[in-house]
């Protein structure tokens, strides 16, 4: 998914029910990392969006912070509600 306001872009990779939590969510950290700029870009930031649940949620929260602050990637829960919930990193 991507959003624009303001002239900034936000590009997030949303995840949904699924048998492989943690595989998917490797992927999709893969999918935002390609859609990176080579260079630098404060107009544009990243997000991984999960499903608030236990398997996703320690599938989300497994990658290294470090890394995570590295590439800018905020991380979000949205429970059956669509109640979003911020794991990590800021946009």
Do not use: N, W
């Amino acid at each position: 998914m991507v959003a624009e306001k303001d002239g900034r872009q936000l590009y997030a990779e949303v995840k949904g029910a699924t048998a492989a939590p943690g595989l998917d969510v490797d992927t999709a950290i893969g999918q935002l990392v390609r859609r990176m700029p080579s260079e630098p870009d404060q107009s544009v930031s990243f997000a991984l969006v999960v499903r608030d649940e236990p398997r996703s949620v320690d599938a989300a929260v497994r990658a290294p912070q470090r890394i995570l602050d590295l590439l800018g990637m905020a991380l979000y829960a949205v429970d059956e509600d669509g109640g979003v919930r911020q794991l990590f990193g800021r946009i």
